[in-house]
């Protein structure tokens, strides 16, 4: 127990926790360019066309990355979001307010890549399916997660509670999106990675989906580190360690 | 010849932008605070 606890303190002291990551930010660019570059190019050449959607089926490997990630991230932030409002973990705080325009990109990402895959598709822009609306909510709730904490930037420890608290509140969302196309009649297709045992893609198409999704896994970590680690040197910038870092 | 190709160029183009524009930011904040802290210490 005792260890375990010791493991945990590391990930919630801004100080180890910026010690602990700095290797990872030498690997993580280089890791995510190429996962990027080999999945694109897979997707886009060499995984086989699709026999009712020709081509543009390809958008899959943007557009199911984008939203898979913009729901996972938003998972991650409720996860902190629950230590940040029960412990007052200011890392966790922290966390929130780095991932949340990243995870807002990706919803707005998912949103115009899956309006680009419908037009030709659907033969239309939007509709307001079940999937579509609440992807859309997702985006409306980044937006205000990220106003809320501007409004409150005057009161920093009330700021760390209202955001916790809102962000809780808006992880009705995420399952809501999950199960929007077997809850309700949709345009949007059904799940595509929900049962790993029986995937409703070949694997052709498949493989070089999941490498897209740990592309933009890779992209989500290192655009979050990058803020986050930023905002633990400006939060700590007193400090004798920061000063030790930079001595 | 890939067929429905422009809708597909056009959902890369913006993916690829979106995430080249989240990195750049990113690491330009990254770069600006931790030269804001160096010269502070």
Redesign the interface.
Known sequence: MNRVLSWLSQWVSPKLFFIKTKPLMRIL?LL?FAS?ISG?IWG?WYAP?DYQQ???F??IY??VP?AFMSMGTYTMMSLAAISSFIWRVKLADLFIKAAAP?GA??A??AL??GS??G??MWGTWWIWDARLTTELILLFIYLANMMLRTALAHNPAQAQKAVAAFTLLGFVDIPLIHFSVEWWQTLHQGPTLSRFSKPSMSPDMLWPLLLMIAAFSC?VF???L??L???I??TE?DKRW??EE?? | M????S??W???A???A??A???LR??R??R???QK??S??
């Open positions: 660019p995510t990027l694109a886009l066309a020709k081509d543009a390809r958008i943007i557009h984008a990243i990109s990706l707005l990402l115009v890549t680009i895959w037009k030709p992209v290192l655009t979050v990058w803020r680690r930023a905002d040197l400006m910038k920061v000063r930079f001595a | 890939m067929t429905y190709g809708y597909v056009t959902a890369y913006i993916a690829f979106v995430i524009l989240n990195c990113s690491y904040y990254y600006k605070v931790s802290v160096s502070h210490v």
